[in-house]
């Protein structure tokens, strides 16, 4: 526990570990903040974000500013006196005002190996271009996009199998840990700030849904890592006739023919040729049906071999 007056910045379930972490070691939160309620689901029901939901049942106070620029909530933050402050996948971009405001700076929890994959989305991203090592970095914040100083950074390997969904529960579980030794260390003084080397840098920008739009002119591991980084959203998809198909995990084959061609369709394998390579498609939706493993897919929707899958589009390039 460090003693000091913190503040915690997230929005996400991303953010909910290192909160956690907060409340465990006994720190002296005084506020979170996070972005406002939103609609979800069909019934456009207003829903709380994951962090705000940890904080009221910690009985932690909770604002929720619609820009963290206005000048009132700038003022609200300095009369609260925070010694730091953490943010994790807050959603916004702190201004100057704010970020002068704590003893200790502004502390960020981001989830690439800084800087590498700065902006929204890192983890999508490392995934999507086939990255075989990942981690996070703890970093000082300034005005810029996460360009501030690196405090620590624990890196991990990526497997070339790993999806999204269990990156990201790593990923996260592993930024509460180091933001916990960050503030170890910064209590006693054992941090010096390193400087991010600017043309090792690259952008991780935020997620749209054309970019899960599978193009079969690329080859199968592209697709591959395509379909791994978009498992949860927006999902890899292909036109099956006049219906989306949406593809949650492959594996990759090496089967050859004229790109997006049905190889096999039968007896639970379901084939499609890529521009080099094959990808074996392993759990699969169709528009407003169930998500489905192959065998289950096949039983219920035949689909004959030598059909093609989507359209010709343009190759994506990578970051």
Known sequence: MTGWRIIFMGTPDFACPTLQKLIERGENLVAVVTQPD???????????????????????????????????????????KPDVIVVVAFGQILPKALLDIPTHGCINVHASLLPRYRGAAPLNWCIMNGETETGVTTMMMDVGLDTGDMLLIRKTALDENEDITSLHDRMAAMGADLLAETLDRLTVGDLVPQPQNNSDSCYAPMLKKEDGI??????????????????????????????????????????????????????????????????????????????????????????SEGILLGAELPERSPL
């Open 38 to 80: 939103r609609p979800k689901g069909r019934g456009q029901k207003l829903m709380p974000p994951p962090v705000k939901e940890l904080a009221a049942h910690n009985d932690i106070p909770v604002y929720q500013p619609l820009k963290v620029r206005e000048t009132g909530f700038v003022e609200l933050i300095r009369e609260l």
């Open 214 to 303: 599978i193009n079969w002119h690329s080859d199968a591991r592209t697709i591959h890592n395509q379909v791994r980084g978009l498992a949860v959203w927006p999902g890899a998809s292909t036109a099956i006739g006049d219906h989306v198909l949406k593809i949650f995990r492959t594996r990759v084959g090496e089967g050859s023919g004229k790109p997006g061609t049905v190889l096999q369709a039968a007896k639970g394998i379901f084939e499609v040729a890529c521009l080099s390579g094959s990808l074996f498609l392993q759990e699969l939706q169709l528009a407003g049906k169930k998500r489905l493993d192959c065998a289950s897919f096949l039983a219920g929707c035949p689909v």
